[in-house]
């Protein structure tokens, strides 16, 4: 399979502090791939880069062939990306939600209303199309700003933490539409999350990061082969390359050190 986003040696400090350090890193098009790590291990950071909303320090990357400093409008003419932070309006409808994103993303006039039936159709929220966002449960809420992202059709989604915060049926409903989004439009989609059962849920590769390095890259077989960990516990695995394990791995200041360090380095 092509290669659809590379990165050489991409760094980025704040400061003095390295939040991410010369990495090296391939996805495949049309794969869903994973990142993982403990807060502050530069996941986030490296979406930010990916997405041109924050430059590198040094090193490049390229997503669908080009460059992310050198041409950055065309890198968001062909990625979506979902933030874990709110991205839909609840003072508006699901449908005025999506046709604001339309015109946002350029779509010709004549494609609007076709995409925004398609969109709402696919997540499973044409029945609630004209409620208020703001009376959607989590998952619906969710299910739309994927959409939104998805209007443009893009080559490469990002989702951060696609599923934080939500229930056990609302986080299988959006699993299930992030299958669909890679069966029906061979999108590539790069994920992070902290739910290891979602990783094995959704994703063909995984990078491990640790204090803004890579730890390990590869399919669950690959990753258990190189830490000795029998089966595909992924939670084992991650306390393996990520140097610690579930039971120390810290308390109360630390928590809050890692938390603080995770808002400040984004």
């Known amino acids: 399979m092509a290669e659809i986003l590379i990165t050489e040696a991409l760094t980025r400090r704040f400061g003095d502090v390295m939040a991410l350090d010369a990495l ?24 930010k880069m990916l997405t041109t909303l924050l430059p590198p320090t040094s090193g490049r990357a390229t997503v669908g062939g080009f460059d992310i400093v050198t041409a950055p409008a065309r890198v968001r003419g062909i990625i979506g990306y979902v933030p874990q932070a709110l991205s839909a309006d609840g003072e508006l409808t699901g449908r005025e939600n999506l046709q604001i994103f339309t015109r ?22 044409t029945d609630a199309a004209d409620k208020l966002v703001g009376a959607y449960s989590g998952g ?24 934080v915060g939500l229930d056990p049926v609302a986080r299988e409903a959006v699993w299930e539409h992030i299958k669909q989004l890679q069966t029906r439009y061979g999108t590539t989609i790069v994920l992070t999350s902290h739910y290891m059962d979602e990783v094995e849920q959704l994703c063909d590769r995984v990078a491990i990061l640790r204090r803004g390095r890579m730890a390990a890259v590869g399919t669950l077989a690959e990753l258990a082969a190189g830490s000795g960990v029998s089966g595909n ?15 120390s791995s810290g308390g109360y200041v630390e928590t809050a050190n890692a938390r603080h360090a995770a808002q400040r380095l984004g």
């Open 24 to 47: 090296d890193l391939t996805v495949s098009e049309g794969e869903v791939f994973g990142l993982l790590g403990r807060n502050g291990a530069g996941k986030t950071t490296l979406i």
């Open 140 to 163: 619906m809420i969710r299910r739309l700003e994927i959409a939104q992202s998805m209007l443009h059709r893009p080559r490469v989604l990002f989702l951060d933490e696609p599923t």
């Open 233 to 247: 516990n992924l939670d084992h695995m991650f306390a393996f390359y990520t140097e610690d394990t579930i039971e």
């Open 104 to 125: 946002l993303y350029d779509i010709p006039r004549a494609l609007r209303k076709q995409r925004v039936d398609e969109g709402l159709a696919f997540m499973g929220l």
